[in-house]
C-alpha cells in the first residue's frame, strides 16, 4: 500500500507569518536564471538567491516544482486565461441580474488595471478631461501652457567641473586616444 503512493510535496501558503510559508517569486526566478546557466552547487545557488540556508534553497525549488505542476494540470484540463475571461463573459451575458453584471465587469476592469476610474468631487470632470483643461488655460505670466506638439527652445547651462574630476577625464581621454587611435 505505502509504495503506491505518491510523495506529495510540501503546502506553500502565500499569507504566512513567516518567510518559511511566503511566496518568493523573485529568488525562484533567480534560481531558474541560474539553472539555466549550468550552476547547480546548492551553496552557490544560495549566494546568487540571497536565501540563508541550503535548506531555503531546496524548498523554493519545492514551489518552482509545485508552481509548474499546477501550471501543468491547469493547461490538462483547459483552463487558460481565454476560459477564464470567457467565463467572465458568459456570466455577464446570460444573468438577469445587473449586480453579478456589475461585479463580472469590475473583475474584468481590475484585471486590466483600471478598478479606480473616479470623478473630482468638486468639478465634477474626470481626470482626463482635467488634464486637458490644465493645458489649455493660459497661466499666470498669460504663458500658454505646452501641448505635445510645441517646443520651446531654452539653454542648458552645465555645472562646472571640479578639478580633479577635470584631470580624470582628460586621462581618460589620452589613454581612450593611445588605444584607439583617435
Known amino acids: 500500500m505505502l509504495k503506491n503512493m505518491k510523495k506529495l510535496k510540501p503546502a506553500v501558503f502565500i499569507q504566512g507569518d513567516k518567510q518559511y510559508y511566503r511566496d518568493n517569486r523573485f529568488a525562484q526566478n533567480i534560481l531558474l536564471k541560474a539553472l539555466s546557466q549550468g550552476i547547480t552547487n546548492a551553496n552557490e545557488l544560495r549566494k546568487i538567491a540571497g536565501l540563508r540556508t541550503v535548506a531555503d534553497v531546496y524548498r523554493t525549488l519545492?514551489?518552482?516544482?509545485?508552481?509548474?505542476?499546477?501550471?501543468?494540470?491547469?493547461?490538462?484540463?483547459?483552463?487558460?486565461?481565454?476560459?477564464?475571461?470567457?467565463?467572465?463573459?458568459?456570466?455577464?451575458?446570460?444573468?438577469?441580474?445587473?449586480a453579478i453584471k456589475l461585479k463580472g465587469l469590475q473583475t474584468l476592469l481590475r484585471s486590466i488595471g483600471l478598478e479606480r476610474y473616479e470623478k473630482d468631487d468638486e468639478t465634477g470632470k474626470s481626470w482626463e478631461e482635467t488634464i486637458i483643461t490644465a493645458f489649455k488655460e493660459e497661466d499666470k505670466d498669460?504663458?500658454?501652457?505646452?501641448?505635445?506638439?510645441?517646443?520651446?527652445?531654452?539653454?542648458?547651462?552645465?555645472?562646472?567641473?571640479?578639478?580633479?574630476e577635470q584631470v580624470k577625464r582628460d586621462e581618460e581621454k589620452k589613454l581612450a586616444e593611445q588605444l584607439y587611435g583617435q
Request: charged share 35%; proline share 5%; glycine share 8%.
Open 62 to 98: 519545492d514551489k518552482l516544482a509545485i508552481r509548474k505542476e499546477y501550471h501543468g494540470a491547469l493547461t490538462r484540463l483547459g483552463i487558460d486565461l481565454d476560459y477564464i475571461a470567457g467565463g467572465i463573459k458568459t456570466v455577464i451575458d446570460t444573468t438577469d441580474k445587473d
Open 142 to 164: 498669460g504663458n500658454k501652457a505646452l501641448l505635445a506638439d510645441e517646443e520651446e527652445d531654452y539653454e542648458v547651462i552645465a555645472p562646472p567641473v571640479p578639478e580633479e
